[in-house]
């Protein structure tokens, strides 16, 4: 503070600090208020709008149905349901019905890169293999051979101990300290309904989906874990991830979506018919997901309706499950919307009542130095001199109270997004929230400083 | 240097209309060193705020150097008081945040001087009125005539060419009332045009012109010596 002006306002301030404390703490509450309810507001509207624009919410699900979840179901009758399989063949029903615009298939996949760990983590089981076999044999010889350890059935995948070392000295071998990736079995039009696009490499040909190599796009973030340090990830294009389901060749980097979908990586589904019986084992037990977009929401509950009448007739009542994901985020949405329009219309109660009153002390205390205003004219000091000075205290004010304010908000905010189950950091909207409010509190202040602006200086140094 | 004409001050009191001041017409020359005497309400400190523009006449023209300021922009206004006025009240008006450098920088910080120039002037002025050793005491812990002379010393920060000192030595016991003058009588000395109100005779003879107001106007005007002044 160089200026005299400057000190005698700092030095009121430090004198009256009960009531300069007060003032700010009112401050600090209406701006926590309004920057934590403004800010929910905001995110909840951004999430609705990206949660209906959003493809998953454009689309019909059908899967197997399971009442493994379901209580009230006996446990014979859930065996029972799990008669149907779908497969791509399903993905017919689209042509009857001309509002689907693409039809995929999406399964859940995994796999389970081969490094250092996996392999003595194999190691440690195939000597506990040899050692249950040889006691087994020692025991009775006429009874059938015991069963090995659960889990072990199919042994290890591929075996590649013996190689291990040129392996690793391989240029073109990506090796992974990963225990395991998720990511998707795909047909060709996931990537159309999504709009994904691929920033290296390509998408997968025709020939990938009924080939039997194995062939995987990555996601953006998943490609930049696999690939080294400081390099780009495209040099990851052509090579092969060394996976206990075998080598798997990269054939594509998705671009960044910031989504989920990148963090994971995608792979061709392939029909049972095509494929190994193995497979189709273990697709069943996933429990395939045929999935129809529709690019006009309006049609979605008409083509729901469509596909349930197609696969009952396929495959017969309660065989499959037909949801339209939409209706439950349409739901979420109500109520997220409904719950921060209220919280919102609070806080920004909350801020008119903090601005009435932090305008309102401002107004009392410049009232007292009426007789300074009146000397400070007398001395030199213009109307628009005093109108800031008056400013600058309350910018003071108000900023060290919105500070404080916006530090109450942004725990606040965090709670209540968890509440609502709400994505990304919605720390920028509280502070923008937090700037907006100590806006308006500051253009409240302004209303009563202006009763200053006709004042001769005569009359203001006659009060006291 | 200053030119009054038939100032009028009316004081609108809703049931009453107050005149204050009634038809004053005079002139302030250069260096001059003016008591403006009275009774009790004649209008002596009107008189005074309107000469410092502390206040607008009701009717009559205020000519300062000969140009009407009156209508001036409050910020020209503003920059006469600043630059060209010294005022000096019967109760001090210093501010009680402030240490005595800082009440004596104050004006020149609305002047534009900087900071470090500030302090030596106001460290110069403080020095000069005899209040070295009081540089950096709140003016509750000075006295009633060390206060009135760190008001002196803001007066004259920004070398004024006019001191207005309304009842400077009221408030004041009588042997530091004269010491007062002393310094006043000094600053006349270096050229500065003084008008003082007082209600103390012996403190107007020491002024080259009284100026003798009752029921707001202008009763008599004459020098030191008795004579009438004419002009
Ligand atoms: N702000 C004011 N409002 C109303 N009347 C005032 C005001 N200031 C002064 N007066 C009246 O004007 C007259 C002159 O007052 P003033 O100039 O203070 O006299 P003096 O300084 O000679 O005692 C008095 O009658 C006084 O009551
Ligand atoms: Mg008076």
């Known amino acids: 503070m160089r200026n005299e002006s400057g000190k005698i306002m700092l030095r009121r301030f430090i004198d009256r600090l009960t009531e300069s404390g007060l003032l700010i703490l009112t401050v600090a509450l209406g701006v926590g208020a309004f920057a934590a309810g403004g800010a929910l507001f905001i995110n909840v509207q951004q999430q609705s709008i990206e949660m209906l624009n959003s493809p998953a919410y454009q689309e019909i699900v059908v899967s197997t149905r399971t009442d493994t979840e379901n209580m009230d179901v006996p446990v014979e009758a859930k065996a029972l349901n799990e008669n149907a399989i779908l497969t791509q063949a399903d993905l017919d029903a689209a042509d009857l019905i001309p509002s689907i615009e693409y039809s995929y298939i999406l399964n859940n996949s995994r796999i389970h890169p081969i490094n250092e760990d996996s392999l003595a983590e194999?190691?440690?089981?195939?000597?506990?293999?040899?050692?249950?076999?040889?006691?087994?044999?020692?025991?009775?010889?006429?009874?059938?051979?015991?069963?090995?350890?659960?889990?072990?059935?199919?042994?290890?995948?591929?075996?590649?101990?013996?190689?291990?070392?040129?392996?690793?000295?391989?240029?073109?071998?990506?090796?992974?300290?990963?225990?395991?990736?998720?990511?998707?079995?795909?047909?060709?039009?996931?990537?159309?309904?999504?709009?994904?696009?691929?920033s290296a490499g390509s998408l997968f040909s025709m020939s990938d989906y009924t080939d039997t190599a194995s062939v995987i796009i990555l996601g953006d973030t998943m490609a930049q874990n696999l690939a080294t340090e400081g390099e780009s990830t495209d040099t990851l294009i052509g090579k092969r991830l060394l996976t206990r389901e075998g080598y798997q060749t990269i054939v594509g980097i998705l671009e960044p979506t910031g989504d989920t979908y990148d963090a994971l990586y995608y792979e061709p589904y392939r029909d049972s018919a095509n494929s190994a019986g193995f497979t189709g084992i273990r697709r069943m037990s996933m429990n395939s997901e045929l999935r129809f977009s529709v690019s006009d929401v309006e049609k979605l509950d008409s083509v729901a309706a469509l596909l349930d009448d197609w696969f009952i007739n396929q495959f017969g009542e309660d065989q499959v499950n037909v949801s339209n994901p939409r209706i439950e985020a349409e739901q979420t949405i109500a109520r997220n919307n409904g719950i921060s329009l209220l919280l919102f219309i609070l806080s920004l109660a909350g801020l008119f009542i903090a601005s009435v009153n932090v305008a309102h002390m401002m107004l009392s205390r410049t009232m007292r130095m009426k007789k300074h205003v009146g000397i400070l004219m007398a001395l030199g000091a213009t109307r628009k001199n005093i109108n800031r000075l008056f400013a600058s205290e309350s910018l003071v004010v108000i900023a060290l109270g919105s500070i404080a304010g916006a530090l109450i908000a942004i725990p606040l905010n965090i709670q209540m997004k968890n509440t609502l189950e709400l994505q990304g950091s919605a720390t920028p909207l509280v502070i923008i929230s937090a700037l907006v409010s100590a806006l308006i509190i500051f253009t409240f202040t302004q209303i009563p400083i202006r009763r200053f602006d006709s004042i001769k200086p005569a009359d203001a140094m006659r009060s006291n | 240097m200053i030119q009054l004409e038939n100032i009028s001050k009316i004081y609108d009191l809703q049931e009453v209309k107050i005149t204050a001041l009634d038809n004053v017409s005079f002139n302030i020359d250069r260096g001059e060193y003016i008591a403006i005497m009275g009774p009790s309400g004649s209008g002596k400190s009107t008189m005074m705020q309107i000469l410092g523009i502390l206040d607008n006449a009701t009717n009559g023209v205020y000519k300062l150097e000969g140009y009407d300021i009156t209508t001036l922009p409050d910020k020209e206004q503003a920059r006469i008081r600043n630059k060209h006025f010294g005022f000096i009240f019967q109760s001090f008006n210093l501010f009680p945040e402030l240490s005595a450098v800082e009440n004596v920088m104050l004006p020149m910080q609305y002047a534009g001087v900087p900071v470090k120039k500030r302090k030596e002037r106001a460290i110069y002025l403080l020095n000069e009125v005899g209040l070295d050793h009081r540089m950096n005491h709140l003016p509750t812990m000075l006295s009633g005539g060390e206060q009135q002379r760190v008001a002196i010393a803001r007066a004259l920060s920004n070398e004024p060419d006019?001191?207005?000192?309304?009842?400077?030595?009221?408030?004041?016991?009588?042997?530091?009332?004269?010491?007062?003058?002393?310094?006043?009588?000094?600053?006349?000395?270096?050229?500065?045009?003084?008008?003082?109100?007082?209600?103390?005779?012996?403190?107007?003879?020491?002024?080259?012109?009284?100026?003798?107001?009752?029921?707001?106007?202008?009763?008599?005007?004459i020098t030191a010596t008795g004579a009438a002044y004419a002009k």
């Open chain 1, 122 to 198: 194999e190691a440690e089981k195939s000597a506990m293999r040899e050692q249950f076999q040889a006691s087994n044999k020692a025991s009775e010889d006429t009874e059938a051979p015991g069963e090995p350890p659960e889990g072990d059935k199919q042994g290890f995948g591929l075996d590649v101990t013996d190689e291990w070392d040129s392996l690793q000295a391989s240029d073109d071998i990506i090796i992974s300290q990963e225990d395991e990736y998720s990511g998707y079995e795909i047909t060709s039009e996931f990537f159309s309904a999504t709009k994904l696009a691929v």
């Open chain 2, 162 to 221: 006019l001191i207005l000192a309304d009842e400077p030595t009221g408030n004041l016991p009588t042997e530091k009332g004269d010491e007062i003058m002393d310094i006043l009588e000094k600053v006349n000395n270096n050229g500065v045009t003084i008008v003082m109100v007082t209600h103390n005779p012996n403190q107007g003879k020491r002024a080259k012109r009284i100026i003798n107001l009752r029921d707001g106007r202008l009763e008599s005007s």
